[in-house]
């Protein structure tokens, strides 16, 4: 058992002018967890991974990966963690192979270790034929997976995914969870952003609700959805169901 968490937030905070887009969140999450973040849109989702991974700075709080200071020990808490961000632009005139040599490369790994990774990546992404193709030119859903081997290319142990399933063929969905599983099996951690509740369901072990900013619930997702269904129990949590039947113009009966 890990006492320090894989991924920590620590009164996490941010506001963009007037609008307080994150309040105060503190969250631990496990070593060898699958954590699902959950929220409605403009929840505060991509503003709380984007601080805990280094895009973004805090106006107050600390985000801690394996116990170090994303905002103080950047470079190292940097080498841990792997991040798929979410509307973060690729070096998209390269094409998907020299993307991830590139990353591969920048990260310090060796030009042999990067080629042989970089096989194995395409591969495991159903990318081998799209390999020489510029990443401008791939569809929404192979960037979401040339992005994803972008960030597990130098092996890390913590991957931050916001959105990874966006846009992805449901084959190709099949294969990034059969991946992810494997890692976490590993002894990987894995913080995943969804709007799924039954991918959440079904791939994670652990779940948080966020709301207006806020943290509402975290735990096993046993724990957080009780007796109903994850999808029920994020309704009930975060409210917001209005039942209607939309204007009457819409309406051609
Ligand atoms: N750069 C920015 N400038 C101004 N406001 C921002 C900025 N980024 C986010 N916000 C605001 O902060 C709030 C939280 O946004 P965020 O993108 O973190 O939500 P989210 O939970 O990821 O949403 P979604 O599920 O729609 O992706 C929203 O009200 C959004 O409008």
């Not at 307080?20 to 309040?23: D, P």
């Not at 390999?131 to 569809?139: A, F, G, P």
């Not at 990874?164 to 992805?168: C, D, G, I, T």
């Given at each position: 058992m890990h006492a320090t968490p894989a991924l920590e937030f620590r009164g996490l905070m941010k506001r963009f002018g007037d609008k307080?887009?994150?309040?105060g969140i503190s969250l631990a999450i496990p070593v060898g967890s699958c954590y699902g973040i959950v929220g409605p849109n403009g929840a505060g989702k991509t503003t709380t991974l984007s601080m805990a991974t280094g895009l973004l700075r805090p106006d107050a709080g600390h985000a801690l990966i394996a116990g170090i200071d994303v905002w103080q020990q950047p470079t190292a808490a940097k080498e841990l963690v792997g991040v798929l961000a979410d509307g973060v632009k690729l070096f998209?005139?390269?094409t998907g192979e020299q993307l991830i040599t590139y990353t591969g490369l920048l990260s310090g790994l060796g030009a042999e270790i990067v080629a042989q990774r970089c096989t194995d990546l395409l591969t495991m992404l159903d990318l081998v034929e799209a390999?020489?193709?510029?990443?401008?030119?791939?569809?929404a859903g192979m960037t979401k997976k040339i992005a994803l081997a972008c960030a597990l290319v130098h092996a890390p142990r913590l991957l931050v995914l916001d959105e990874?399933?966006?846009?992805?063929d449901p084959v190709s969905a099949a294969n990034i969870r059969d991946i992810l599983e494997g890692f976490v099996r590993g002894g990987g951690t894995v913080v995943v952003s969804s709007h799924s509740m039954d991918l959440v369901q079904r791939m994670c072990d652990h779940v948080a609700v966020v709301a207006e900013g806020r943290l509402l619930v975290a735990g096993t997702v046993d724990e957080v959805r009780g007796e109903s269904t994850l999808e029920d129990r994020f309704v009930e949590l975060v409210g917001g169901r209005q039942h209607l039947e939309g204007p009457t113009w819409l309406n051609h009966s």
């Open positions: 307080t887009a994150v309040e998209d005139r390269l390999r020489n193709t510029l990443v401008v030119d791939y569809s990874p399933f966006e846009a992805v």
